[in-house]
């Protein structure tokens, strides 16, 4: 079972910051925070990971809280194409087997509205 | 560099029939994943290789399901016979290692069982 809970759904004004939660109250030390997403009819696509320190790439902001228990993916300037399926994954450190596979929740379906 | 590729995109099945998905990864990469996706739920794992071999397969249905990457390349999943719940979207990943390497997915195979 997936070790994160998420919002169902959101909404998010075009242009404007898309913050979305993600609760993973049992995470273990060794365990990152990544974010994928799901474009309507693609694959899931990587946005960005992080273990302890806030995160920033070209797509998003990842924020994640000093006991680690919770994030904020933040998207800073929401466009129509944002909207998808954003899901919020907690997966161990480990190069070698299965331990670091992927368990998907429900994520968030976020909607992008003009 | 070219993505994860997929074939067919679609695919329209009687049930007991059988039916074979093909998968080309990135170049280079070793590891190779399929995962199927019931309609609002996220991806589930089925079965993880590792260059030619498999190193994760316990939520494969072994009763109707096969996979196989002979050459450690490109990848076949099987189903036979195929049942109404097999209706899914059966999506293809890889990544150049296991463990906590980002993971790039195909656009997936939408499956019909009528």
């Known amino acids: 079972d997936a070790k994160t809970t998420q919002p169902p759904s959101m909404d998010c004004a075009e242009g404007r910051a898309a913050n979305l939660p993600c609760n993973h109250s049992?995470?273990?030390?060794?365990?990152?925070v990544y974010w994928y997403r799901q474009i309507h009819s693609q694959g899931p696509q990587y946005i960005i990971h992080?273990?302890?320190n806030n995160e920033t790439n070209e797509m998003a902001s990842l924020i994640i809280t000093e006991d680690r228990k919770s994030s904020t993916l933040i998207l800073p300037h929401a466009t129509l194409r944002d909207t998808a399926v954003y899901y919020c994954i907690v997966r161990v450190a480990h190069y070698g087997g299965s331990q670091g596979n992927l368990i998907f929740g429900k994520g968030t379906k976020l909607s992008v509205k003009p | 560099e070219a993505g994860v590729a997929q074939s067919p995109r679609y695919k329209i099945i009687e049930k007991r029939q059988s039916v074979a998905f093909w998968c080309n990864p990135i170049?280079?990469?070793?590891?190779l994943y399929w995962y199927q996706q019931i309609l609002g739920q996220g991806p589930k794992l089925l079965i993880q290789?590792?260059?030619?071999?498999?190193?994760?397969d316990s939520q494969l249905p072994k009763d109707r399901f096969s996979a196989e990457r002979l050459k450690g390349v490109d990848s076949t999943l099987k189903i036979q016979p195929a049942k109404l719940e097999d209706s899914a979207v059966y999506l293809c990943?890889?990544?150049?290692?296991?463990?906590?390497?980002?993971?790039?997915f195909g656009p997936g195979t939408r499956l019909t069982v009528l």
């Open positions: 290789f590792q260059n030619n071999g498999v190193v994760d």
């Open positions: 990943a890889s990544s150049p290692r296991t463990g906590t390497d980002t993971q790039y």
């Open positions: 992080g273990l302890k």
């Open positions: 049992t995470i273990s030390g060794n365990e990152y």
């Open positions: 170049s280079g990469h070793a590891t």
